[in-house]
């Protein structure tokens, strides 16, 4: 008699599992979603200076830098400051040589932070679709405090977007990515870490790619961030 009650109130006990488990993690998106959409929007009252230092087989290249603000009609704008720097190439054949390989990977250093800004900020509604189709699946880092999701496919299939989350503070800790340029065979990956203006808005403070098939490492650092414009 007892087994009778007993497969049932299992199967109860797990149900409820489940339900509570669908629960928090929907509760962890709805977090994100508010998170990214209120960032997105304060942000524009900011103005910072975007830093791009490119690093092949771990020597410096080039650096990069941005003043960066949202005019009125809410377009991001990025103005070269005097801070950029980059190699000399060496002159005669040699430097006709190395003129073209360094062309070609200057068109793929533009491809990569392009295909960085694909995942920046993420999409709150793509968000919500891949993990309404079940394919998003998240990772405990703290018992009740820090967890990590993951939406697979999230530009392309076989990418992988990740986001780390601090619960108890309802804020963004990092994300990161797996994706690829030009050859879905070659993978790169990329780790973002989030910062805080006073006002309590978050920011892509660090952004660092490594594509290890190119030797290459990219990495872009907003600073200074300071309200623009007045307001």
């Not at 410096?60 to 400051?81: A, F, H, I, M, R």
Request: net charge positive.
């Amino acid at each position: 008699m007892k087994r009778k009650f007993f497969l049932p109130m299992m199967l109860m006990l797990i149900l409820i599992s489940n339900t509570f488990a669908q629960q928090d993690v929907q509760e962890l998106i709805s977090m994100v979603k508010k998170n990214l959409a209120e960032s997105k929007e304060h942000i524009k009252q900011y103005e910072w200076l975007e830093t791009t230092t490119t690093f092949l087989k771990g020597e410096q290249k080039s650096v990069k830098q941005n003043q960066c603000y949202y005019s009125v009609d809410g377009k991001l704008t990025k103005v070269e400051t005097g801070g950029s720097t980059q190699d000399k190439a060496p002159g005669g054949i040699r430097g006709k040589v190395a003129a073209n390989k360094k062309e070609d990977m200057a068109d793929y250093v533009k491809a990569a932070i392009e295909k960085i800004h694909t995942y920046l900020p993420p999409d709150a509604a793509k968000l919500q679709q891949i993990y309404s189709a079940g394919k998003s699946t998240i990772q405990v880092l703290e018992p009740g405090k820090k967890f990590k999701i993951s939406f697979p496919d999230y530009n392309e299939k076989g990418d992988m977007l990740s986001i780390s989350i601090d619960k108890a503070n309802q804020k963004l800790m990092s994300l990161d990515v797996s994706t690829y340029i030009d050859d879905p065979d070659k993978k790169v990956v990329f780790n973002v870490t989030y910062k805080d203006v006073p006002d309590g808005t978050q920011y892509a403070n660090s952004t660092t790619l490594d594509a290890q098939a190119k030797n290459l490492k990219i990495v872009i650092v907003n600073s200074g961030y300071k309200k623009g414009n007045g307001k």
